[in-house]
């Protein structure tokens, strides 16, 4: 049985450089290094928890084989998600249906059913505050509040500008506040 | 509502872990419900994404990606051979039927400076001695292929004797 993995100290732009030049190893350690973030991205979106894996899979396959178009103006994962969010939204639209309500959450079962369930409550209602924002602004204030990117990288791949994403994410922060509080 | 944003900017990064709050950060959130809300607002949504990868088997997903890259390396090489040999297919049809529509007197390609080459008609006067029905004889043999094998029809001059030898000789010379 092989032992724990090995983390791989290289940089994402030295590991896409690895995998064009034919390194899967490289590929596999961008999976680790972003597929979880990449999940609670798309399920913070709306995606069903059912779909996440099978979405995470597909960003990253369309990833791969557009890393050309990868050219380092936004960090690797800023670029995935919004991979992954066009990719979402494509679903979406495919399914014509809305986004995953409340009910069907299928989160892990808690340690603490007590706790579990009041911090699981908040989430929830910033789930349901997020549905209602428009999608830039629910984009803006994941990338900016979950994914910790910078106004910069989050103007690069959503093609405004890093004035406009600040302003997209305080009326998001607004908007939430009122709706969760 | 003061819509207080002095911390805006600070939280998520402090939220993130790649950021530590200054000594009067931390005293404004502790007294400022607006930042304290936000900041709550932006822990929470971390958590909400945090909980959610924590199920995510990434080594299974890698497992998956790696996989299916293979075999989409694999069907796109099939693809490009099958293209090229396609191309190549309808490369001979156009030369082959460039060369048939050259009608008139085939003309073999100019080498050089030299002048092009005409098929002539070659004159056999040899020929014209002959009856019809011998004329029809010589000219069937000459449509059969010239290894005629074993044919028990075939005769050597050797087996002649002197006189149909002479007429042999008599023919060949006209």
Not at chain 2, 26 to 32: K, R, S, T, V
Request: with cysteine.
């Amino acid at each position: 049985m092989p032992g724990p993995t090995i983390p791989d100290a290289r940089t994402d732009p030295l590991l896409v450089a690895a995998y064009r030049n034919g390194d899967e190893r490289a590929a596999a350690e961008l999976v680790r290094r972003h597929a979880k973030a990449l999940g609670g991205f798309l399920y913070s979106l709306g995606a069903a928890p059912e779909d996440v894996e099978d979405l995470i899979q597909e960003s990253f396959f369309r990833a791969f084989r557009r890393l050309d178009s990868w050219r380092g103006g936004a960090s690797f994962r800023s670029w995935l998600l919004a991979i992954g969010s066009n990719l979402l939204k494509d679903q979406v639209r495919k399914r014509k249906e809305k986004l995953v309500p409340l009910e069907d959450r299928d989160l892990q079962a808690a340690s603490d059913p007590h706790a579990e369930l009041a911090a699981s409550d908040v989430e929830d209602r910033i789930r349901a505050g997020l549905a209602e924002l428009p999608r830039l602004q629910r984009e803006v204030f994941l990338l900016r509040a979950q994914q910790g990117s910078d106004y910069g990288d989050i103007a690069a791949i959503l093609g405004t500008t890093p004035g406009a994403a600040r302003v997209h994410y305080h009326q998001a922060v607004k908007r939430l506040k009122e709706l969760v509080r | 509502m003061t819509g207080c944003g002095r911390l805006s900017d600070r939280i998520p990064a402090v939220a993130s872990g790649t950021a530590e709050w200054m000594p009067g950060e931390l005293q404004h959130l502790a007294e400022c419900d607006e930042c304290k809300s936000e900041w709550n607002l932006v822990s929470a949504s971390r958590r909400l994404g945090q909980r959610v990868g924590e199920n995510i088997d990434t080594e299974a997903v890698a497992g998956m990606l790696l996989r299916r890259i293979s075999t989409n390396r694999q069907a796109d090489r099939s693809k490009r051979r099958w293209t090229l040999g396609s191309l190549a297919a309808a490369a001979a049809v156009v030369l082959a039927v460039w060369l048939g529509g050259l009608n008139g007197p085939r003309v073999l390609a100019p080498i050089g400076n030299r002048a092009p080459m005409v098929e002539t008609a070659i004159e056999l006067p040899e020929l014209d001695s002959l009856a019809p029905a011998e004329l029809d004889s010589v000219l069937q043999r000459m449509d059969d292929p010239a290894d005629t094998g074993s044919g028990t029809d075939q005769v050597d001059l050797g087996d002649l004797n002197a006189d149909e030898l002479q007429r042999v000789l008599d023919t060949w010379e006209g």
